[in-house]
């Protein structure tokens, strides 16, 4: 089973330049847990110290935001996640 997530671009420092990561899981969280696995940095910047997603991250599967369930949605193979980072300022 393959899920391709794919990294905001303000995020790529953590991945050490790579925008897209292919991984297993059967959820959103066990595909995410893989991605820390190899780029344990990208962990900080995405999850909260009880593990749960930070309020300015969006994690999308294929077009459709994982909210409410996030890490607990179900992904299978084929599916994208997209890491979303929700910027304001002006």
Known sequence: MSVKVNIHPMLLSSTCGQSA?????RTVGESLSEVFQKYPELRA????SNGHI??????????ESAYPEELNK????GDELHI????AGG
């Open 45 to 48: 910047n995405l999850l909260d």
């Open 21 to 25: 990561v292919e991984v297993g899981g």
């Open 84 to 87: 979303i980072m929700m910027l």
């Open 74 to 77: 179900s992904v299978k193979d």
């Open 54 to 63: 930070l309020h300015h991250i969006d994690i999308f599967v294929n077009s």
